[in-house]
């Protein structure tokens, strides 16, 4: 799961070949659920940036709220889950550029947060779907991160509690970006991609420190 996370910078966004004149980010760059972020959209050429709420409302919603609980999507069930089937079906893919994001580790009983970003320090991208709906008359775009499952993964499965399922975001490398964006949903389980050994875990507060840099 992903509950939590840090977008790069504008600056930082040309690294994953978006220019920051293509929209301005005065946000947080911490986002938490249902705070507007970045998202990378497929455009006529090339990608296009945009900013959605973090957490999925899905287009019947009548409330923001909604989102609160559908921040991510679990790849066995987002084809019938009634939040994100919408979606599904349409081929509403996007990606998340992300610096770091966090999960909880639990060290003697209790849970400490760590960050797990690029070992080179670059920033990535992330499987996502989203999702249009109007609000109060206000027309609102949001997203919700897939997840795969990771009780088996050398690195992932030491995240959340000792009891629960272990989840995965998933990275959609550089060469994969534009075949995730273009894909169906019949396709789209051929980017289903395990976290690979580049990535590390820092404790929040010494990587929170680190960001920017």
């Known amino acids: 799961m992903c509950s939590n996370y840090e977008?790069?910078?504008?600056?930082?966004?040309?690294?994953?070949?978006i220019h920051?004149?293509?929209?301005?980010?005065?946000?947080?760059?911490?986002?938490?659920?249902?705070?507007?972020?970045p998202i990378i959209m497929r455009g006529a050429d090339?990608?296009?940036?945009?900013?959605?709420?973090?957490?999925?409302?899905?287009?019947?919603?009548?409330?923001?709220?909604?989102?609160?609980?559908?921040?991510?999507?679990?790849t066995e069930s987002v084809a019938t889950k009634p939040s994100f089937r919408n979606a599904w079906k349409k081929n509403q893919f996007a990606l998340?550029?992300?610096?770091?994001?966090y999960e909880p580790k639990y060290i003697d009983g209790k849970p400490h947060w760590y960050g797990i970003s690029r070992e080179d320090g670059n920033p990535f991208t992330v499987a996502a779907i989203y999702e249009d709906?109007?609000?109060e008359g206000e027309k609102?775009?949001?997203?919700?991160?897939?997840?795969?499952?990771?009780?088996?993964?050398?690195?992932?499965k030491q995240f959340h509690g000792p009891d629960d399922e272990k989840r995965s975001i998933i990275v959609i490398p550089e060469e994969s970006?534009?075949?995730?964006?273009?894909?169906?949903h019949e396709q789209a389980s051929d980017f289903f991609f395990e976290m690979k050994d580049e990535f590390i875990a820092q404790?929040?507060?010494?990587?929170?420190?680190?960001?920017?840099?």
């Open 7 to 17: 977008f790069p910078s504008k600056k930082r966004l040309s690294l994953l070949d």
């Open 20 to 37: 920051e004149e293509q929209l301005e980010l005065e946000m947080k760059s911490h986002v938490y659920p249902l705070y507007p972020a």
């Open 46 to 74: 090339d990608f296009e940036l945009d900013v959605a709420k973090f957490g999925l409302i899905p287009y019947w919603a009548k409330e923001l709220k909604f989102g609160r609980h559908t921040y991510n999507a679990r």
């Open 96 to 101: 998340v550029p992300v610096d770091t994001f």
């Open 133 to 135: 709906a109007v609000i």
């Open 140 to 156: 609102i775009r949001s997203f919700s991160m897939l997840t795969i499952n990771s009780d088996d993964h050398p690195f992932m």
């Open 177 to 184: 970006r534009q075949d995730w964006l273009h894909c169906n």
């Open 203 to 213: 404790p929040k507060s010494n990587r929170s420190s680190e960001i920017g840099k």
